[in-house]
């Protein structure tokens, strides 16, 4: 029995977020933690979709991009009909979903899902694609589902490793990798992306002869972030992760909750903390050393929102 696998990384931002938007350089990169999407021919004449990791079970119509529940809250599965309805037959496969990073932690885990889901379908189907055309596939289908998707999340799962975005939007992926342990801890409030852009824009227009030099001074951190990289600089590294940060609370995008955890990961020794995503909730990013990244990862663990994470030059993977 033929069976179709391909899997895909999440994404963390390091630096650049919000000043991204104004046109500054960002650099992020894919994590270690992947969605993996098996599939083969199914012995009904219906299509089923399960995830032990999500404890979710449907039965899907692909045609008609609908599904009947059997368990559990399948909050990704949007994204899989989307991705069916464009790059599948309709006949019946059985497909199954493992995701090891969280949903709501601004890890790209729709992105990560999509990408993997394209892969194993045009894998299935002996489609030939490329890199360049599956970002793009995987792209259309964050936007359908989501309204807006930034094409950062599916561009970074697709390949893989550290990238750095160019002013003009341009991605140059680092040839290196950063090797070095991260812990993500995320809050109990999902960060509104579209919300807390909206507050930064109101400040930068009624301020803007204070908030214009910060938001420069953001991509003059992300430019000389991208020279500490190259260097693997960790101490350099680390001290413009903390610079940005106070730079993101002066745009006033942190919360109580993301405060504590930053401060709590840095009480207990991460050599850096920040925000990651757009705040407002959302996560934050610890930069620890090998000898103490347990223990920060512990001291800032609420109700299981933390992950340990490190950088990963493995983009889409198929069939292995
Ligand atoms: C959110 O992950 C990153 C922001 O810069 C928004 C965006 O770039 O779309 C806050």
Do not use: W
């Not at 289908?141 to 975005?165: F, M, N």
């Not at 908030?211 to 413009?240: C, F, H, S, W, Y």
């Not at 940005?244 to 020794?269: C, F, H, P």
């Amino acid at each position: 029995k033929k069976i179709s696998v391909a899997s895909a990384p999440g994404k963390t931002i390091l630096f650049g977020e919000h000043s991204v938007v104004y046109d500054e350089p960002a650099i992020a990169g894919a994590v270690n933690k992947r969605a993996t999407v098996s599939l083969c021919k199914s012995h009904n004449n219906y299509s089923t979709l399960k995830s032990n990791d999500l404890g979710f079970e449907v039965i899907m119509d692909t045609r008609r991009g609908t599904y009947t529940l059997k368990r559990g809250k399948p909050g990704i599965i949007r994204y899989i009909l989307n991705a069916m309805g464009k790059f599948h037959d309709h006949t019946s496969i059985d497909m199954d979903l493992s995701l090891n990073l969280p949903i709501g932690s601004g890890l790209g885990s729709s992105a990560a899902v999509t990408v993997a889901t394209i892969a194993a379908l045009h894998h299935y189907h002996g489609v030939d694609f490329n890199k360049e055309t599956l970002a793009k596939e995987a792209h259309a289908v964050e936007e359908e589902v989501q309204g807006i998707a930034s094409p950062l999340d599916t561009l970074v799962s697709t390949y893989g490793g550290l990238v750095y975005l160019s002013r003009e939007k341009r991605i140059v992926p680092f040839d290196n990798n950063l090797d070095a342990p991260f812990v993500i801890g995320y809050t109990s409030k999902y960060g509104n992306t579209g919300k807390v852009v909206k507050k930064v824009k109101t400040l930068k227009n009624n301020y803007p002869e204070l908030v214009n030099p910060i938001i420069d001074t953001m991509g003059k951190i992300a430019n000389e972030a991208r020279v500490a990289i190259l260097k693997n600089d960790i101490d350099k590294i680390a001290d413009l992760m903390n610079l940005n940060q106070g730079l993101l609370d002066s745009l006033g995008v942190n919360t109580y909750e993301l405060s504590r955890m930053i401060y709590t990961a840095r009480d207990n020794g991460a050599v850096a903390s920040k925000i990651t995503g757009s705040g407002g909730g959302g996560s934050i990013i610890s930069l620890c050393r090998e000898d103490n990244v347990d223990e920060v990862a512990e001291a800032i663990n609420v109700e299981d929102r933390t992950i340990k994470v490190k950088f990963s030059k493995d983009g889409v993977l198929v069939n292995r």
